[in-house]
């Protein structure tokens, strides 16, 4: 590829050869190629003489397009200025034999949009087992730490305390619906088949002098062929872009779940108690070299905002469509679709990385709920003097005064807490001065996290992960540029 000429980061830099693979030049030309022998195959069995032993065996010699092959359409759509047309022509070049029944009945739509549709099972295929692993990587560190009590935050406020497996079931619950969505739209997706040119296969019929049941057996034979296992029944001359609506909405729903995920995580990094992991060599910032900047989080944040808006271009493609069809969807799909399963391919893999290394800090973990747990403490506190017989007013009035004297020492003065220290330190709270070491537990403080931690992944996600079992896998994931 030349340097002098802009190249999408998406292939170029970030996704995997698995996924730039499928949307690739080569790969789009030959699928065209495939579908054109599987239409002659299909239409041979069912009659149709013109088409030769010879000209079916010339095709399945050349399904895979050479470099050669491409730049000689490219040269014959300068001319023609017709994709499908020039590489009818280039096809039929190289194989002679085949050269007049190479989209015998179709219609553009017949390679451009089954191929499209190949290309969007195929691309789920890469990216279910990515998502897969990156949910039971995730579902490993939170079995981990379930009892690892941290400190809650609600409107990033000091809240209740809960655990740190317990934080990570609330991103593994989002992944699992993404996986639930990628199922449901992977298993539904179709071919268009063989419509003619407005959907109502009149070429067809007119190939197979008016019997309508062969018609119907060729639809049903290239799917076949294909391997698919749904025809679309009705569509126009494209299938319906609404089909693109269904197979984008669930890539923008896991780029939500990735940014949510990835900015706990940066927020987490900057209060020290988890990081993302951090290789030996990496340098985090050209000039403050203690830097460690969670760039794969920041990486993840940044193209999640672009995938959630590429839903978009589906949305409004499909609603302007005129009637059988319109060309203005062509350019933007190119685009949009390509992009989408791109970049949801760098967000999973990017986590499949980070979920593989997290790193967690007990002891700023342990520092930081030092600090907020003697307020926390209060309630359970005159709990403990009403059982030694104190007025639970009384006790209220005096740790109020108490607590306003220990904020004041943490925000005026920039102290630590020492609200347990003036307990200590008052006789009024003598009763219960051996009960303040229980009291101030942590591990009392996260009701049943460990518990639902356990549950949750022992019981939801393994019933999620059953039928995935044989795509996880425990390697090392390395992260692209």
Not at 104 to 110: I, K, P
Not at 218 to 231: H, R, S
Not at 376 to 395: F, H, L
């Amino acid at each position: 590829m030349s340097n002098d000429a802009y190249a999408t980061p998406l292939s170029s830099r970030y996704a995997s050869k698995e996924m730039s693979q499928i949307f690739s030049t080569r790969n789009r030309f030959s699928t065209w190629r495939k579908l054109w022998y599987n239409l002659a195959i299909a239409e041979q069995s069912l009659g149709l003489t013109v088409i030769t032993d010879e000209a079916i065996e010339q095709m399945s010699k050349h399904l895979i397009i050479t470099d050669e092959e491409i730049e000689k359409a490219k040269k014959e759509e300068a001319i023609v200025r017709h994709d499908v047309m020039a590489h009818v022509h280039t096809f039929g070049e190289t194989c002679p034999a085949a050269a007049g029944i190479i989209h015998l009945g179709a219609t553009s739509c017949y390679v451009t949009d089954n191929a499209d549709l190949i290309f969007l099972r195929d691309a789920y295929d890469v990216l279910i087992p990515k998502l897969v692993n990156v949910i039971n990587r995730l579902a490993n560190f939170a079995l981990e730490h379930k009892d690892l009590p941290v400190l809650g935050w609600t409107h990033f406020q000091p809240a209740q305390l809960t655990t740190v497996g317990k934080r990570a079931t609330l991103w593994l619950q989002e992944l699992l619906w993404d996986l639930r969505n990628f199922e449901r739209a992977r298993n539904d997706i179709g071919l268009r088949g063989v419509k003619g040119t407005t959907g109502t296969q009149a070429s067809f019929l007119s190939l197979f002098h008016g019997n309508h049941d062969k018609v119907e057996e060729l639809d049903e034979k290239v799917v076949e062929l294909l391997g698919f296992e749904t025809v679309y029944p009705c569509t126009g001359q494209t299938y319906s872009r609404k089909i693109d609506i269904d197979a984008l909405h669930p890539l923008s729903s896991l780029g939500a779940t990735c940014h949510k995920m990835a900015t706990d995580i940066r927020l987490l990094a900057n209060l020290k108690e988890v990081e993302e992991p951090f290789e030996k060599s990496q340098i985090g910032s050209s000039a403050m070299a203690y830097k460690r900047n969670p760039m794969r989080c920041e990486r993840v944040c940044s193209l999640a905002r672009h995938l959630g808006s590429l839903y978009q271009d589906a949305f409004q493609t499909s609603a302007v469509q005129w009637f059988e069809r319109t060309l203005d969807d062509s350019a933007i799909r190119r685009i949009s679709i390509p992009e989408a399963f791109l970049t949801a391919d760098i967000l999973l893999s990017t986590l499949l990385n980070i979920t593989s290394g997290l790193v967690v800090y007990p002891k700023v973990i342990e520092r930081r709920i030092k600090s907020e747990l003697p307020f926390m403490a209060t309630e359970n506190i005159i709990m403990a003097m009403v059982e030694k017989g104190g007025s639970r007013q009384d006790c209220h009035e005096e740790i109020r005064v108490l607590s306003h004297q220990a904020s004041a020492v943490v925000k005026q003065e920039g102290g630590d807490n020492d609200l347990i220290e003036r307990i200590k330190k008052t006789p009024y709270f003598k009763p219960i001065w051996g009960d303040l070491e229980k009291l101030l537990d942590p591990s009392t403080f996260i009701g049943r996290a460990p518990q639902q931690t356990e549950k949750f992944v022992k019981v939801t996600v393994a019933k999620a992960l059953a039928p995935h079992k044989s795509l996880i896998n425990e390697e090392e994931v390395k992260l692209n540029v």
